[in-house]
């Protein structure tokens, strides 16, 4: 019996020391009487660091727009939306058999749209109306596409009350313009307008974000028919498809565009634009001290045209570019995610003021031991919803009082500890 | 105490052609120094196991000065009189209790390791490696740091120190007369702490976190030597330890210089009962040599380390014999803990057998050790040692 006792005992001593080469060794309650002196020093420093500053306008490009805006606000900003059907179907299915087109039963474009959240949706019913808007003439150009939209080109028209105003809208279109075209094998290019009686701001998908609107071509009552659905295609400019599949759809303004001063700092609006914005830091702090914070401080002032509530997101974006591209314009083209950056966005009001504090440490941070030719200091800002609605927050420039004008706070560490005791 | 000092300062520079302006600097400055072992035991450098076999942990160390498997004193290495390889592995389970409350951890050591083969019936060569000092911990604790009148941050701080000390010795012993063995050891002090310190934010959307790691490294020497006198009924041992220049380095950079420990012990032990042994032992380390080895006002303890402790013919079990043993130690640890010496005293106990026809010698034992120092703080560990030796 006792030899069984001392060899469970044994194996049960050696099972726990084996065991306990799994170490748990995280203490830290007893501080700070047992480790009374381990704080990191942080430092912090204001510097104006932004070197350059301006606002880019034109951005995105035409037919970039993640969604397409289409506004009414009287004489304050009025935009349409061109869709491109360059291509349309001259047969349909049935019983899995292809049947020429002869005849249309319905043209209806579905129309996907971003659902207006409560606070933001529309007062009043609006209507939407669509224009034939192919021409042989230059065919992005506003002042040319505006007198397109006129009577003896419309299309069809429908109103929709702001309850149903959902995630896509059913609008039917003239199926004897349609089927013209199908039978001539020619294109259709529709524009959108809006009315309504109050302000209205719609957002309508696009091919860029693969929720494109769709032309669906109902050609025979037989229900076992099934409807032709064509996607927007855009076939000019000729022999440039960068260029032409960007024109599948895309918005233009007719009225409304705005500039912005040198004193200010613009992001969104109408047309849409960015701000992009060159640092000196010290090489001193980049280079020789672990950054913490970086904060871009900017202060905004209030821009008061349209929307002045309604808060949109504004990212700080990576410019990732040498300094080989040294045109402003090209360089915020490259303007994009960086994954390792973990740059966070502000939420803010155009009729707001105030200061507001970018968070752009994980960009400052790639810049250590890499000189400016190498990875320039460079930071791009962006609205989350450029080019989709009129929304603009301005920022004091470098041109602007001293007080207001741009400026960079670090926080960081010269010195940790040594390791020794 | 923490020393928590808001200083502002604020310099403006003219705009440069670049045209940047160093608007303000806000500071907080807080000592940077690093005492981050959240325990007593292990201050300073760190913990020191002892540099006994399982065998000598069961005796609470009393016999160290006469085991061969400790590599304490060269001469007992004639004792070997074959080839012997030893590895000892040693958990150490620990409490520590402070009014802010008490918490576990749980350290892995494998203190001792080494081979021995004899040259004739005389001689005995052995090379080795045991741990000196063992400063392996973690420790998290949180701060605020103020970086204005209206800016603050909660901190995270992570020090983690892993690595040792370690005492690689080479070694040689000669048993001149049946009544004498005499040994001596050269040293190498050798071993690194890797040292990595990480820094994380409670505003994790503002304040980006960091790590930063270092390795310190350490070389030294030391030479050693002892004797082993034997009689029928008495064995009574002596053995010395001379410290050389030490230095402390990160990379090629070398940091700060001290001496190693020099050490010296001596064991008495009855021997008249067969197959049993009861002992007693001292032995003092200069451990302030290491003083300067760390940053100014690191303060180590010359200490003296006694222990009394026994081993005895217990029960057989097939045909082998169990050898039981029991020990009490005393000592004091290197280094201080907030300025006051940190006591152990230790209870131990264990056994050792054969096994696989004598080619393979167990031995296991487990120390409860309490450790205490005058400043509300106490720790109670207990370790398992398991010390394996084959004969191939």
């Not at chain 1, 381990?38 to 034109?58: F, R």
């Not at chain 1, 190498?374 to 301005?394: F, H, K, M, N, Y």
Request: hydrophobic content about 40%.
């Amino acid at each position: 019996m006792n030899k069984k006792v001392l060899t469970l005992l044994t194996a049960g001593l050696v099972v726990v020391a084996i065991a306990a080469c799994s170490e748990n060794l995280e203490g830290g309650r007893s501080c700070p009487l047992l480790c009374p002196e381990q704080a990191v020093t942080l430092l912090d420093t204001t510097i104006d660091a932004v070197v350059t500053d301006t606002t880019v306008p034109g951005l995105p490009p035409i037919g970039s727009e993640g969604f397409l805006m289409l506004a009414s606000h009287g004489d304050t900003l009025e935009t349409r939306a061109i869709i491109r059907f360059d291509t349309l179907p001259q047969s349909y299915n049935k019983t899995s058999l292809d049947s020429t087109i002869v005849h249309i039963d319905s043209a209806i474009l579905v129309i996907p749209i971003v659902k207006p959240d409560s606070t933001k949706r529309p007062k009043a019913p609006l209507t939407i109306e669509v224009y034939n808007v192919d021409t042989t003439e230059a065919d992005t150009v506003t002042s040319v596409l505006a007198t397109l939209f006129r009577p003896d080109r419309f299309l069809g028209s429908k109103t929709f009350a702001p309850e149903s105003l959902l995630d896509t809208l059913r609008l039917p279109i003239s199926t004897d313009s349609v089927l013209t075209r199908v039978l001539a094998g020619t294109r259709l290019r529709v524009g959108f307008r809006v009315r309504s009686s109050l302000g209205i701001d719609l957002r309508i998908g696009t091919t860029h974000v693969g929720l494109p609107v769709t032309l669906n071509i109902v050609a025979s009552k037989d229900t076992a028919a099934r409807p032709a659905i064509v996607a927007p295609l855009s076939n000019t400019p000729k022999d440039v498809p960068f260029l032409s599949s960007t024109l599948s759809d895309y918005t233009i303004v007719l009225k409304g565009g705005t500039s912005t001063p040198t004193t200010i700092l613009g992001v969104g609006g109408v047309p849409s634009r960015r701000v992009f914005l060159r640092f000196d830091i010290p090489s001193h702090l980049v280079d020789s001290t672990t950054i913490v914070r970086a904060s871009l401080l900017l202060t905004q002032t209030p821009n008061r045209r349209l929307s002045l509530h309604d808060s949109v997101f504004i990212y700080p974006l990576a410019i990732l570019a040498t300094p080989v591209v040294t045109d402003v314009s090209s360089l915020m083209q490259f303007a994009g995610s960086c994954a390792i950056c973990n740059l966070d966005s502000l939420s803010l009001a155009p009729g707001d003021s105030g200061l507001r504090s970018f968070e752009i440490v994980g960009l400052v941070r790639t810049w250590r031991s890499q000189p400016t030719t190498v990875s320039p200091r460079t930071l791009a800002l962006r609205s989350g919803t450029e080019g989709q609605l009129p929304a603009e927050i301005d920022f004091f420039s470098t041109k602007a009082p001293l007080a207001v004008r741009p400026r960079l706070r670090i926080t960081y560490v010269t010195k940790i500890s040594s390791g020794l005791p | 105490m923490m020393m928590m000092m808001t200083t502002t300062r604020s310099a403006r520079l003219e705009r440069t052609v670049r045209g940047w302006i160093v608007g303000g600097v806000l500071f907080t400055a807080v000592p940077v120094a690093m005492s981050a072992q959240a325990n007593l035991s292990s201050q300073g450098f760190g913990y020191p196991p002892g540099q006994f076999s399982a065998r000598a942990q069961g005796t609470g160390g009393a016999i160290a000065e006469l085991d061969p498997l400790s590599p304490v004193n060269p001469a007992t290495l004639t004792l070997l009189g074959t080839r012997t390889l030893f590895f000892q592995m040693e958990p150490e389970f620990r409490t520590v209790t402070t009014s802010a409350g008490t918490e576990r951890t749980t350290t892995a050591r494998y203190p001792v390791v080494f081979g021995a083969i004899p040259f004739g019936s005389q001689l005995v060569f052995s090379l080795g490696s045991s741990t000196l000092l063992d400063r392996t911990s973690s420790t998290t604790f949180l701060t605020t740091q103020h970086l204005s009148a209206t800016d603050s941050v909660a901190m995270t701080t992570k020090f983690h120190v892993d690595g040792a000390m370690n005492d690689v010795r080479l070694a040689v012993a000669w048993t001149p007369a049946t009544w004498l063995r005499v040994g001596v050891g050269a040293h190498a002090i050798a071993g690194h702490n890797l040292i990595s310190v990480t820094q994380s934010f409670a505003d994790s959307a503002r304040f980006a976190a960091f790590s930063e790691a270092r390795v310190l490294s350490f070389d030294g020497g030391a030479v050693s030597a002892g004797v082993e006198l034997v009689s029928k009924n008495v064995l009574a041992a002596f053995s010395a330890r001379r410290g050389g220049s030490m230095h402390l380095s990160v990379e090629d950079t070398s940091l700060t210089t001290a001496n190693v420990p020099d050490r010296f012990g001596a064991s008495i032990a009855f021997v008249g009962i067969a197959n049993s042994t009861i002992s007693v032992r001292t032995s003092h380390d200069n451990w302030s040599a290491l003083g300067t080895l760390g940053e100014p006002g690191l303060k180590g303890v010359d200490a003296w380390d006694s222990s009394v402790g026994a081993e005895i013919a217990g029960p057989k079990f097939q045909d082998r014999i169990i050898f039981l043993r029991g020990g009490f130690r005393t000592r004091t640890l290197p280094f201080q803990a907030a300025g006051s010496d940190v006591k152990e005293n230790s209870l131990t106990g264990g056994f050792g057998t054969t096994l696989a026809q004598g080619r393979v010698i167990a031995d296991l034992a487990v120390i409860h050790a309490n450790r205490s120092a005058a400043i509300g703080a106490s720790e109670q560990a207990w370790t398992i040692s398991l010390g394996i030796s084959v004969r191939p």
